[in-house]
Structures are given as C-alpha cells and as structure tokens.
C-alpha cells in the first residue's frame, strides 16, 4: 500500500478548511438577505411608499458587496477539489461533479441572468419585472446551495451508486436517489433557514445601531420589523431542521452522533448533555468518566436520535463493536476491508494476465467484502474517531447561541408593535451583537458537520489520507499562507466598502 504524507493530508485539509470557512462568511447572507430585500421590494410595489425602495436598494447594496466576494471564494473552494484532492476528484467525480455542474449551469446562470437587471434596471424596465428580477435572484442563490448541498449530502451518505473495479471510481447509478437523499434534504433546509436567520441578525444589527445613533430612525424601525418576523420564523424551521439533521446523522453516521455528544458508551433511553466540561485524558475503550462536569437531560439523546427509548451507540461501541445490539466494531471492519483491497488488487492483476477465472472468483471475493472498503486504508480502529472536544463543543456552543436568537427576535417584534424599539437601548446593543452570536452559531454548526465526519471524505468508502492529490507537504504550506493573506484581504475589503456604505445610509437617491 502507498505510504500516506499525513503532514501533507493535515496541510491539506487546513488550507479546505479555511477556504470553506472563509466562503461560508458570506454565503448564509447571500442565502438570506436575498430573500429580505426581495420583501422589501415587495412592500415597495403593493404600498408605492417610496421609503420602501430606498430601504430596498440599500439592503440590495450590501447584497452586492457581499455576493461579489462570495463568488471569488466559492470558485477557489471549487478548484481545490483539482489541486489537493484530486484523487477523490478522480473516485467520485461522476457523481460529485454532477450536482455542481447543474449549479453552475442551471442557478447560477439564472442569478446572473437577472443580477444585473435587479441592481441596473430600477429605471429601466417595470416595477413588477424589477420585483420578479429580485425574487430570481433570491431564488437562484437557494438553488445554488441546493446543488452544493446535494453533493456533500453524497459525502456523508453516499446512496444512488456503485463502484467500477476497472476503472476504481465510484459511478452514479441513481441519479434521484442522490438527489432526494434524506442527508442532503435536511443539510440544505438546515443551512439555507440559518442563513435566513444570519440575514435577519445583518439587519437588525445594522438597523440597532441606527437606532442607538438615532439616525434613519423611520427605515431603521421598518427593516428592524420585517427582519426580527423572518427571523423568527426562520428561528424555528432552524431547530426543527436541525432536529432532522441530528436524526438523520444518528441512522448512517453514528459516529458523528457519539462524538457531539461526548457519549462513549452506548444506553438506551440515552441523555442529552445540556452543558458539560469533557475530560481531556479520556480515550476509546479506557475507563475513566469522559465528562469533568456535565448536566443531562434524560432520555433525549435516544429520542433525538431514534425518535424513541432505544438503544443509542457510543463511540466504544461503534469502535470495538457490540455483539449484543449487533453492532459490527471499526476492529472487524478494517479487517474486511483489508480483504476487499486484496481481492480488488487481485483482480486487476488476473484481468491483466489474462486469467478470467481467477479475476470471476477475485471480483466476487471483493463484492462479498466491498461495503468496508474504506475501512481497509485505516491502521488501527480509534483511527474512525473524530475529535471528540471539537466536535463536542462546537455543537453545543450552536445550540446555545441559538437558543438566544428567538428571544432576541420576539423582543424586537414586541417592541416594535409597541413603537418602543428606539426607546430600548439594552434590546439595540443586544442587537448590534446578534450578529456575532449568528456567525458563532453558523461556524459551529459547520465544524460539527466537517469535523463530525472525520476521517472521512466519503462516508466508510474513502479517508481523507487517500483523498488528497500527490504533492509536497512545502507546495501545500505555500498555498494555505497565501489564501489566508487573499481571503484576510478580502474580508477587509468588503468590511471597509460595507461600512462606507452603512455610513451613507439610507439616504434620498440611494
């Protein structure tokens, strides 16, 4: 087998990690904002309030700036797969390439299609060819991470496939099947609702400090009211999408389950931790408690995941397996796997040497043991477990930052149904930070669904160590340090032109 660089692998998924981190600051408020200024522009043409428009083409503004960088990371995150993966691009590009080559064909060709009219054409076409330009673009955004969604929904539950010895790549077999994936439906309800609620902070934080600096008092108050009802209700379709997406990582990655949870060993009728202090010392299969501090709420972990009192695995389980609940441990695993590598390398010599009897019985002795195939690259069973403290913390600092966000949202629409809102200043400095409380809820929640699935590109088929493409750990180095300068650059780039912008403000002409 080919020895693995793992500094080279770590450099790489570093310089993917930092890509998508980068990419996912501006794309939640691309998913969201798009939506909000298509309200506004709603309001504008049923009410011809000119203040409306005014408060339309300033949102629509900071949608531009924010879109504009959005694009430049998201075509970088794209090309990564070519440069550091490129051996995943190779196993699984007929499948994987397919969701983001609609994306790019079909929505982002309608965004771009009515862009321009939508931030052009105020003048130039109708009021309602205008507004059906705006809601495109809203649309199209959505669909663009529908498509993107699809193709990591695969990556975490690989369905509608099957693998071609001759060539060793993954094919699609069923194209709907990847599509009406269940892990995909609830990845894309659960970050497109987030990003409708990460939109709604955007506004209500710029609109809190209008408030406090009593300038734009009358438009700060307006986007502030339709703001605090969409992110509302975006709120609650957050936790109810977030409950399917736990639900649907307890069925094909349990792993991930285990590891938010800190559970080691598995029970029915299994707790939730509320808040806890992990023990840094605990590891797979030792004895000590795996939790310093911890507050549980009983038996919601198991209805959370089984949607009843049912047994819940825990890591050891899941690791070094658990024959009274039939669970198969990543022990026994990496030893079928093993056996599928060797009988797929079989085979590919027999069919080279002209043996077709050996290759038939090969190919057999492969099918029978191809379901752990990705096992067989592993060295030793612990290699399944994630990073327990990352992924522990992480899902619990988004659960917490937003658990605050509703609250937040009713008091705004409280007090603006009372006309109090400008009065409150405690509720507008709560506000100026909800933003930053979203974007700690956002990243959370993406760590959790990255880190989760460690140490896997493709869920159980293909570990990230085989993933990579065959470059020097230095080449890799070089990259990761200049994408930090670019993506640090134009982060300060789109903070310096939105707040010249939010300095303007709503003003007449606009």
Same mark, same amino acid.
């Given at each position: 087998?080919?020895?693995?660089?793992?500094?080279?692998?770590? &450099?790489?998924?570093?310089?993917?990690?930092?890509?998508?981190?980068?990419?996912?600051?501006?794309?939640?408020?691309?998913?969201?904002?798009? $939506?909000?200024?298509? $309200?506004?522009?709603?309001?504008?043409?049923?009410?011809?309030?000119?203040?409306?428009?005014?408060?339309?083409?300033? &949102?629509?503004?900071?949608?531009?700036?924010?879109?504009?960088?959005?694009?430049?990371?998201?075509?970088?995150?794209?090309?990564?797969?070519?440069?550091?993966?490129?051996?995943?691009? &190779?196993?699984?590009?007929?499948?994987?390439?397919? /969701?983001?080559?609609?994306?790019?064909?079909?929505?982002?060709?309608?965004?771009?299609?009515?862009?321009?009219?939508?931030?052009?054409?105020?003048?130039?076409?109708?009021?309602? %060819?205008?507004?059906?330009?705006?809601?495109?673009? #809203?649309?199209?955004?959505?669909?663009?991470?529908?498509?993107?969604?699809?193709?990591?929904?695969?990556?975490?539950?690989?369905?509608?496939?099957?693998?071609?010895?001759?060539?060793?790549?993954?094919?699609?077999?069923?194209?709907?099947?990847?599509?009406?994936?269940?892990?995909?439906?609830?990845?894309?309800?659960? !970050?497109?609702?987030?990003?409708?609620?990460?939109?709604?902070?955007?506004?209500?934080?710029?609109?809190?400090?209008?408030?406090?600096?009593?300038?734009?008092?009358?438009?700060?108050?307006?986007?502030?009211?339709?703001?605090?009802? $969409?992110?509302?209700?975006?709120?609650?379709?957050?936790?109810?999408?977030?409950?399917?997406?736990?639900?649907?990582?307890?069925?094909? +990655? /349990?792993?991930?389950? !285990?590891?938010?949870?800190?559970?080691?060993?598995?029970?029915?009728?299994?707790?939730?931790?509320?808040?806890?202090?992990?023990?840094?010392?605990?590891?797979?299969?030792?004895?000590?408690?795996?939790?310093?501090?911890?507050?549980?709420?009983?038996?919601?972990?198991?209805?959370?995941?089984?949607?009843?009192?049912?047994?819940?695995?825990?890591?050891?389980?899941?690791?070094?397996?658990?024959?009274?609940?039939?669970?198969?441990?990543?022990?026994?695993?990496?030893?079928?796997?093993?056996?599928?590598?060797?009988?797929?390398?079989?085979?590919?010599?027999?069919?080279?040497?002209?043996?077709?009897?050996?290759?038939?019985? #090969?190919?057999?002795?492969?099918?029978?043991?191809?379901?752990?195939?990705?096992?067989?690259?592993?060295?030793?069973?612990?290699?399944?477990?994630?990073?327990?403290?990352?992924?522990?913390?992480?899902?619990?600092?988004?659960?917490?930052?937003?658990?605050?966000?509703?609250?937040?949202?009713?008091? $705004?629409?409280?007090?603006?149904?009372?006309?109090?809102?400008?009065?409150?200043?405690?509720?507008?400095?709560?506000?100026?930070?909800?933003?930053?409380?979203?974007?700690?809820?956002?990243?959370?929640? &993406?760590?959790?669904?990255?880190?989760?699935? +460690?140490?896997?590109?493709?869920?159980?088929?293909? /570990?990230?160590?085989?993933?990579?493409?065959?470059?020097?750990?230095?080449?890799?180095?070089?990259?990761?340090?200049?994408?930090?300068?670019? %993506?640090?650059?134009?982060?300060?780039?789109?903070?310096?032109?939105?707040?010249? +912008?939010?300095?303007?403000?709503?003003?007449?002409?606009?």
């Amino acid at each position: 087998m080919t020895t693995i660089d793992f500094a080279m692998v770590d &450099w790489s998924r570093a310089q993917f990690a930092l890509t998508a981190m980068y990419h996912w600051l501006f794309v939640p408020l691309t998913l969201g904002l798009s $939506f909000l200024c298509a $309200f506004y522009e709603s309001l504008y043409v049923r009410t011809s309030d000119e203040k409306w428009k005014r408060i339309t083409r300033f &949102w629509m503004t900071l949608f531009g700036i924010n879109f504009a960088i959005g694009v430049a990371t998201g075509l970088i995150l794209e090309f990564e797969f070519g440069t550091n993966w490129s051996n995943y691009s &190779w196993m699984v590009g007929d499948i994987f390439g397919a /969701p983001l080559a609609i994306e790019g064909i079909v929505a982002f060709f309608l965004e771009a299609t009515f862009f321009a009219v939508m931030f052009f054409g105020w003048d130039r076409v109708s009021k309602r %060819f205008h507004l059906f330009s705006t809601w495109m673009v #809203a649309i199209g955004s959505n669909l663009s991470a529908l498509w993107i969604l699809v193709a990591n929904g695969w990556m975490q539950n690989p369905i509608g496939m099957t693998f071609n010895p001759d060539s060793a790549r993954f094919e699609m077999s069923n194209f709907m099947e990847v599509l009406s994936n269940p892990v995909a439906i609830s990845k894309f309800t659960h !970050a497109s609702t987030s990003g409708f609620l990460y939109a709604s902070l955007f506004v209500i934080t710029i609109s809190s400090f209008y408030l406090i600096k009593k300038r734009h008092i009358d438009m700060a108050k307006k986007s502030i009211a339709v703001a605090a009802i $969409f992110g509302l209700i975006s709120s609650g379709m957050v936790a109810l999408t977030g409950d399917e997406a736990a639900y649907e990582a307890a069925q094909v +990655q /349990p792993m991930k389950l !285990a590891a938010f949870e800190g559970l080691y060993k598995g029970e029915a009728n299994a707790p939730l931790v509320a808040l806890g202090v992990l023990n840094p010392s605990k590891k797979p299969g030792d004895d000590q408690d795996p939790f310093l501090f911890s507050l549980k709420i009983p038996g919601l972990l198991s209805l959370l995941a089984n949607r009843d009192s049912s047994f819940v695995p825990g890591i050891d389980d899941l690791v070094y397996g658990n024959s009274s609940e039939g669970i198969v441990g990543a022990n026994e695993k990496i030893e079928i796997g093993k056996n599928a590598i060797n009988a797929l390398a079989d085979y590919k010599s027999a069919r080279k040497s002209g043996d077709v009897e050996k290759a038939e019985l #090969a190919l057999a002795d492969f099918r029978e043991n191809e379901k752990y195939m990705g096992f067989g690259y592993l060295d030793k069973p612990e290699d399944t477990v994630p990073p327990v403290w990352l992924s522990f913390y992480a899902f619990h600092v988004m659960v917490f930052a937003g658990t605050l966000l509703p609250i937040m949202f009713l008091l $705004f629409i409280f007090y603006t149904m009372k006309d109090k809102v400008a009065e409150k200043k405690w509720l507008l400095n709560f506000g100026v930070i909800g933003l930053f409380i979203g974007f700690l809820a956002s990243q959370a929640g &993406w760590i959790v669904a990255e880190v989760g699935r +460690q140490p896997w590109a493709i869920n159980e088929f293909l /570990p990230v160590g085989v993933a990579t493409s065959n470059l020097s750990t230095g080449n890799v180095q070089i990259t990761f340090f200049m994408f930090l300068i670019l %993506f640090t650059a134009l982060l300060i780039a789109e903070v310096k032109i939105m707040l010249k +912008q939010i300095k303007i403000g709503f003003e007449e002409g606009h």
